[in-house]
């Protein structure tokens, strides 16, 4: 411990020694006398040490070091605050501006993840002060500082709900204000505002380090936000100020959009991922943010177009944030979109066909009721918005690929009531009245794995392609007659079902005109056939396990029970994502009759359609 003597012999020392020769030593000895009187409480003398106009070599030189434990002592809040900052401010305005800005660099790079939100909001204006001091090259430490900041600030858990986000735990709100009033001085500067001239160069260098900015910001964090205009929060002021600042640097919103590939630069390759781009899309087009400002020439469908890749990128996330802006960015760009207008050329294109298979992986897998709502809410606008050739193709696709019963059942529900419109005066199509939709009735009409089809699991797409058999059976003779004159959807369907030709359909055979009842008496026997042999063999399984249950729930031993059940009984019945073995015997119980109450239902329906059958066979007679 040095006495006071040989503290001012030091610094007498180095006031006379020039700042070459300053060795590291004393630098580190100078950092520690700072540290030692901001520990002691001694801030206010630390002050006055560094305002001395004797010490202004010193401070000029070794100031910088100085920093690191001024600020530690400003987040840790300690009293003397108030020396602190003047202490703070006074080296920002008398260091060196490039030793200073690379310490300052170095303290956000090497902060503490406990205090990110602090330290960030504390250097914020002392960053302001170093960037007006430089005299060159200040687009370029702009964007230094900018990109630091941010890779801090991605480390921050962003708040999704309207507490959190009023809570600010983690102080990121609180750090995208501070951002945003420190890009406003340079925005100011690149659209002439404050009044300074720069060079052709430095401008145009200062808008990419801003253009970049702004990029990031929608990455991270706003696309993991959840931004409404209906919420006035603290990330949507930060959004809008985003959105604005863009116009604001000459920057095209539909260049960025829509015709960012055609940009060689890697500088704006790297600054606008698709994931930046997809939060752009959706504020501009969903929440309508600058949106006065976006020419409006472009055609409903080169939007849709466009957008579908953003759509596509939200889609494939597995985040909640991700998805609603992905879900209503697609119901926003059909809107404008006239009905049975998309052109079947457009499913030819990548994220025409990824984004809705991207939109089933929602419907089927994610576990949030209000995203699967809507989701199956922008798979019907989706399919109100093709033409018949492209909801055929759009149909035999998701049939094949969804492996899901559900799904496929609203697709044969889509399927029955693109029959009837076609069946309408004025709406034939041969997409679903002639001989195209041969190849989609196979598919409709079919049991995977044959005899062994798992019923329950099957349940809701058996059962619709069962009403839609029904529905082409129940039409009126006279309809059918005129479709079957003319080589009918259903006429040559049957003809084709029934000579057992299942395979991909590119081009169709001509079939002989016979009567459109006998060939639908033909399909009933083909389908149903199989139909009814599944039945039979699903409901002999399920009687002998209902009665194998009933029997062990009469014996005593509850570890009997147990063992019998182990080894005689349902091991592998898969019943809606649930293993029938898991389940309590009650619930067992109930499952098991449930699913012989199902085989009683199709049964009946079969029946039924066996009927009518027979009756328009009489009819025809």
Not at 369 to 379: A, E, M, Y
Request: aromatic residues 6%.
């Amino acid at each position: 411990m040095m006495d006071e003597d040989q503290v001012n012999d030091i610094i007498q020392r180095w006031r006379d020694t020039p700042e070459e020769d300053l060795k590291p030593d004393d630098y580190q000895r100078f950092k520690n006398l700072g540290s030692a009187c901001l520990t002691g409480g001694d801030d206010a003398q630390l002050l006055k040490f560094l305002q001395d106009e004797k010490n202004q070599g010193i401070v000029k030189s070794m100031g910088c070091v100085l920093m690191e434990p001024l600020l530690n002592e400003v987040v840790n809040k300690e009293k003397g605050l108030d020396y602190c900052q003047a202490a703070i401010t006074h080296l920002t305005r008398t260091c060196r501006p490039e030793e200073l800005l690379q310490s300052l660099l170095q303290l956000v790079e090497d902060i503490h993840p406990g205090a990110i939100s602090e330290i960030i909001i504390a250097l914020v204006p002392h960053f302001q002060t170093v960037l007006l001091r430089l005299e060159d090259r200040r687009a370029a430490q702009v964007g230094l500082i900018l990109s630091a900041l941010q890779r801090q600030l991605s480390r921050l858990p962003v708040p999704y709900t309207r507490q959190q986000e009023a809570a600010d735990e983690y102080g990121l709100c609180r750090c995208c204000a501070a951002l945003a009033g420190f890009t406003k001085s340079f925005v100011e500067v690149v659209t002439g505002k404050d009044g300074n001239y720069v060079s052709a160069a430095e401008d145009e260098e200062l808008r990419m380090e801003l253009l970049k900015f702004c990029m990031r910001s929608l990455r991270e964090p706003l696309l993991e936000a959840e931004l409404n205009r209906e919420r006035k929060s603290s990330l949507w002021l930060f959004a809008t100020e985003i959105m604005v600042t863009l116009p604001a640097i000459q920057a095209s919103l539909s260049e960025l959009l829509f015709f960012s590939s055609l940009k060689k630069s890697s500088l704006v390759d790297n600054s606008q991922s698709r994931e930046s781009r997809a939060c752009l899309a959706y504020l501009l087009f969903v929440q309508l943010v600058t949106m006065d400002t976006f020419p409006a020439v472009f055609s409903p469908v080169f939007v849709l177009q466009c957008n579908m890749e953003y759509i596509d990128q939200l889609l494939s996330s597995k985040k909640e944030s991700h998805l609603l802006k992905g879900l209503a960015l697609y119901a926003k760009s059909l809107e404008s979109v006239p009905d049975n207008s998309l052109a079947v050329s457009l499913l030819e294109l990548k994220s025409f066909y990824s984004a809705p298979q991207n939109l089933r992986q929602v419907l089927t897998d994610c576990p949030l009721q209000h995203l699967r709502t809507s989701g199956l809410q922008v798979l019907q606008l989706f399919i109100n918005k093709l033409d018949a050739e492209a909801k055929h193709k759009f149909f035999r696709c998701m049939l094949k690929a969804s492996n899901h019963a559900g799904v496929e059942s609203y697709i044969v529900k889509n399927i029955k009531n693109q029959v009837e419109l076609s069946m309408e005066p004025g709406n034939s199509n041969p997409w679903f009245l002639g001989e195209e939709f041969l190849s989609l009735l196979e598919l409709v009409l079919c049991l995977p794995q044959g005899a062994e089809t798992d019923l329950l699991n099957s349940m809701d797409r058996i059962m619709e392609s069962l009403n839609l058999l029904r529905f082409l059976l129940i039409r009126d003779k006279e309809p059918w007659s005129k479709v079957s004159q003319s080589h009918s959807t259903v006429s040559l369907l049957l003809c084709q079902l029934t000579s057992g030709e299942w395979g991909e359909l590119m081009t169709f055979p001509s079939f002989p005109q016979t009567d459109v009842w006998e060939e639908l008496t033909r399909l009933k026997d083909e389908y149903l056939k199989m139909l009814r042999v599944c039945i039979s063999m699903s409901r002999g399984y399920y009687s002998a396990e209902l009665k194998a249950l009933r029997e062990d729930r009469k014996l005593k031993a509850r570890e009997a029970r147990d063992a019998a059940r182990s080894a005689r009984i349902v091991k592998s019945i898969t019943v809606k994502r649930g293993n029938v073995s898991n389940m309590s015997p009650e619930v067992q119980h109930q499952v098991l009759q449930s699913a012989l109450v199902t085989f009683d239902l199709m049964e009946s329906l079969i029946v039924r359609i066996d009927e009518i059958a027979e009756e328009k066979r009489k009819i025809g007679h």
